[in-house]
């Protein structure tokens, strides 16, 4: 256990299931206590499994297991009469925010001019403009505490272009650009800000993206062929065991950076 991380306060967007939710074990087994912000409930883009309730429920008893307090918070990145009361009731309960990890997005394909509107919307909505929701309520109580630490879920794609992927790159390279506008914002305030980017992750929406294209996961990591490492795909907890670091004194002086997790994909 990180004796420095033992009773900081992590919000964690996403948190019912895949990355979000090893993140929130990965922490609370460091005697990080646990505010996990879900919506859920189904979306009607895309098709795949959200995460539900009886996922935050699990989750909450698997922290509060390892000795944590949990706050489960039903909440829509999109809608800030969701997230506002949420990151309030943290504040009035625990006192403090310490480490934000802006996991909560979504992805699905298209040709980039074949795409509708409401699915260029839907996918900008969550995975861009939901994190700016989100910290922007959380950003006021580390800048009174003089500390914090942000970290966003981008992903190799927030790096380079991907086909049939436009909307989900585009939405997070304006991700890793917000990352770096914020390090820039609050680092007189000694908040630091970073940027994740993962290759393909063993979570549902790695199924749920499969599943819409009618082939298994394996198949669709064969034909991208992308890692340089011999594996399909990384696991949540290699993005877990990364937020972790990150949040750490040991990663103090890292800020607006980013930190590619991609078993050589970029290298290609």
């Not at 698997?62 to 800030?80: M, W």
């Not at 506008?181 to 007189?188: F, M």
């Amino acid at each position: 256990m990180d004796h420095q991380l033992k009773n900081k306060v992590a919000l964690i967007t996403g948190a019912a299931h895949g990355q979000g939710r090893a993140t929130a074990v990965a922490l609370a087994r460091e005697g990080v206590h646990i505010a996990a912000l879900d919506i859920a409930k189904p979306l009607s883009y895309p098709s795949y499994s959200m995460g539900s309730e009886d996922d935050l429920s699990s989750l909450g008893k698997e922290c509060n297991a390892l000795g944590v307090k949990f706050l489960p918070i039903i909440a829509d990145v999109r809608k800030d009469e969701d997230i506002l009361p949420g990151v309030e009731k943290i504040i009035r309960e625990w006192g403090q925010i310490d480490i934000l990890f802006n996991n909560a997005g979504i992805c699905g394909y298209g040709l980039a001019h074949e795409l509708s509107e409401a699915e260029w919307d839907t996918m900008i909505d969550i995975n861009l403009k939901g994190p700016w929701m989100v910290a922007r309520r959380v950003i006021p109580q580390m800048m009174k505490q003089k500390s914090g630490v942000i970290i966003n879920n981008s992903s190799v794609g927030g790096l380079r272009g991907m086909r049939r992927l436009g909307h989900y790159a585009a939405s997070k390279w304006g991700l890793t650009g917000l990352t770096k506008t914020w390090a820039l914002e609050l680092a007189p305030y000694n908040i630091r800000v970073v940027s994740i980017h993962p290759t393909g992750v063993n979570t549902p929406m790695n199924d749920g993206l499969a599943e819409m294209e009618g082939k298994t996961p394996q198949e669709i990591a064969e034909a991208s062929a992308g890692n340089l490492l011999p594996v399909p795909w990384i696991e949540p907890e290699d993005v877990a065991d990364a937020v972790v670091y990150l949040a750490s004194e040991k990663a103090r002086f890292i800020t607006g950076s980013e930190f590619i997790i991609d078993a050589g994909l970029l290298s290609r």
